[in-house]
């Protein structure tokens, strides 16, 4: 390619598009040193981005009220993103656009004497389970640890403040689970690393409310919920009441919706998905492959597979 | 030089010494991506390291905490941050010791599969603030902004968890104030981007006991009081306290110990720096300059002033 290699992936920094493994940002840029960021991170599947406005319109929001702006409007950083997924040829991919603080002038201590920086990049789709795992529900821990509080940081920036979740996720693997959900103050269930819970308790849906990022998967799923007249509520979640329901799952861009099966060790009902989030999670499926909330990208090439 | 041009910094990045302009980290480093990664931060002044030791057996201890080992160890790691002083030239500089998580192998999201990633940079010596306001002292924005509490990270990792003091200065800034301290939950001071803070009342000084990084200058302060027979306590400091105090003062590797003057647009007591204060900021420059809790530096050349 007359770019260069991207099949690992691809990454747009400085307004240069880079193969991924030679992307590279400055040390001193406080999207890094003081974790001064905001993110947004879409899903490409069989070819087709999913709800790409709505992510870069909660991406515009977000750097609004981190009082970042930069060289590129929305307009210009939709085409970047088209133009990584194109120029990679993957069909299933997973891209991240990212706005930073930027490197303060020499010396300088002021946020507002930084040049906000745009970055994007682009790899094959990740999984936060493997295909076993979907199948077979994933082992969640429920930790103690407190996700990082709205009083602290909006919890609907998609930030970069990760060290609760990252010993979470410590705790969970010295306690036989995969993944961890963190808690509030009050000993309701948050979020976990990348994804919404949401629990099946007394037919109804139900995900917490407050002190969580506005997933787009969680979006998507309250839209199949009233789709097929499933009641959901967005409220708090205490952990014995997750621990008692008849059905968990979780939601992410990086895999749609994925059963929990054993919460600290026990099994979430009977051990197996329930029927519910087998329903939603195939009419999530069924949906993006017709191409719904979908912005088909036009490659150069036909696929090779 | 034959290293290449170090005058405006330099840093150690994978066993290799760039110009600070050249420092780049990958974009996939999860010490980007999920803020996974510790620092500590060291001051040089005349050619002499501060508390060299203490920082390295601080930073050791907190990458310990966050399950973080790299292939550089301790002696190694002395050897880099004199190795870094000693390339510039600089007599009056910053030394920052990094380790992040690392980039994880493609496809995986387990923080136990990255190899951890150890990083150093050199600039010259950065003062919070200037040397005017250093002697009229700061205007200090009190935020209701809560910083990070110690149920979600510990804060006596030196993380780089600021976006709560981000928007705080922004806050502060709106204000007309040059600088903040955030809240915890109960209404107390905690502390601001890089510094503790210090009150006198009723002759004593008092600073926040809980929810703050266990500062080098802090604890230089505190070795202070007890050479000067200056009574201290560390304890909660509610913030109508902090308005009332007869001084007020931050400590921070980045300027040593500077006056607050003024706090939500009211002055402290009279509105100059106090003699507390004062007291403190000289014993603690010439004892520094005495060489106290030094380590010199051997340069190459004769300093070139």
């Known amino acids: 390619m007359i770019d260069g290699d991207f099949s690992k992936g691809i990454a747009f920094i400085n307004g240069t598009y880079v193969p991924i493994e030679e992307a590279r940002i400055p040390l001193l840029d406080w999207g890094f040193l003081r974790s001064d960021a905001n993110q947004d991170t879409i899903s490409v599947w069989k070819g087709v981005v999913f709800r790409l406005d709505d992510h870069l319109a909660r991406f515009k929001r977000n750097i609004a009220r981190l009082h970042m702006s930069g060289e590129f409007d929305e307009v210009a950083r939709r085409k970047?993103?088209?133009?990584?997924?194109?120029?990679?040829?993957?069909?299933?991919?997973?891209?991240?656009?990212?706005?930073?603080?930027?490197?303060?002038?020499?010396?300088?201590?002021?946020?507002?004497?930084?040049?906000?920086?745009?970055?994007?990049?682009?790899?094959?789709?990740?999984?936060?389970?493997?295909?076993?795992?979907?199948?077979?529900?994933?082992?969640?821990?429920?930790?103690?640890?407190?996700?990082?509080?709205?009083?602290?940081?909006?919890?609907?920036?998609?930030?970069?403040?990760?060290?609760?979740?990252?010993?979470?996720?410590?705790?969970?693997?010295?306690?036989?689970?995969?993944?961890?959900?963190?808690?509030?103050?009050?000993?309701?269930?948050?979020?976990?690393?990348?994804?919404?819970?949401?629990?099946?308790?007394?037919?109804?849906?139900?995900?917490?409310?407050?002190?969580?990022?506005?997933?787009?998967?969680?979006?998507?799923?309250?839209?199949?919920?009233?789709?097929?007249?499933?009641e959901y509520v967005a409220a708090p979640l205490p952990a014995h009441r997750l621990r008692e329901a008849a059905e968990v799952f979780l939601s992410t861009t990086a895999g749609g919706l994925i059963p929990i099966t054993r919460i600290d060790g026990r099994p979430v009902a009977d051990g197996t998905p329930g029927p519910v989030t087998w329903r939603l999670r195939d009419l999530y499926w069924k949906k993006r492959e017709a191409g719904w909330h979908g912005t088909p990208i036009e490659y150069d090439q036909v696929p090779s597979s």
């Open 80 to 230: 970047i993103v088209i133009e990584c997924v194109r120029k990679t040829g993957f069909r299933d991919a997973y891209v991240q656009i990212i706005m930073t603080r930027g490197v303060p002038p020499a010396g300088v201590r002021d946020p507002r004497q930084c040049a906000n920086q745009f970055y994007v990049f682009c790899v094959p789709y990740i999984w936060v389970a493997t295909p076993e795992q979907q199948r077979q529900g994933l082992h969640l821990f429920v930790s103690g640890i407190q996700r990082v509080p709205s009083t602290s940081v909006d919890p609907t920036i998609k930030h970069y403040h990760w060290l609760d979740f990252e010993m979470g996720l410590f705790e969970a693997y010295d306690h036989g689970a995969e993944t961890v959900v963190l808690s509030d103050a009050e000993g309701n269930v948050t979020e976990g690393p990348g994804f919404n819970i949401f629990a099946v308790i007394d037919g109804k849906l139900i995900t917490p409310g407050q002190g969580v990022l506005d997933g787009m998967t969680r979006r998507t799923v309250f839209e199949l919920c009233a789709e097929t007249n499933l």
